[in-house]
């Protein structure tokens, strides 16, 4: 098992930017090649893929949503991945995960399937 801390949410305004970072832990960290991911999670809906990263950083996904304006990242020597977020919108307003449940196509996995944050909450305002 690996161990998740997310951190870099707040409050900013639409077509503002924030960057969230991951860092890994444990027995079993980020160098032993894991594929990561961030999902979201909006008031009274359903958690939510958001982007997928392969474990050397070279292949990345993103749902629709997001693509162009977020960017998925990350540095294995620093035991941690990224998420910046640029042309932010209301509706990209929830808490973020960052996790390990992710497959080889970097699609999601079922939540039991890997290790899990806690999250980090992001509000934007119109």
């Known amino acids: 098992q690996v161990r998740l801390v997310e951190s870099g949410g707040g409050l900013v305004q639409a077509g503002g930017s924030l960057r969230l970072s991951c860092a890994a832990s444990g027995r079993t960290g980020m160098s032993m090649m894991y594929r990561m991911g961030w999902f979201r999670q909006a008031p009274g809906k359903e958690r939510e893929f958001v982007a997928g990263?392969?474990?050397?950083?070279?292949?990345?996904y993103y749902e629709d949503s997001v693509k162009g304006r977020f960017t998925i990242s990350r540095d294995n020597a620093k035991n941690t991945v990224y998420l910046q977020m640029n042309s932010l919108k209301p509706e990209d307003t929830g808490v973020y995960y960052c996790?390990?449940?992710?497959?080889?196509?970097?699609?999601?996995?079922?939540?039991?399937?890997?290790?899990w944050g806690q999250g980090t909450q992001v509000t934007v305002s119109s």
């Open positions: 990263i392969s474990w050397n950083g070279d292949i990345t």
């Open positions: 996790s390990t449940a992710v497959d080889v196509r970097l699609r999601p996995r079922p939540p039991d399937f890997g290790s």
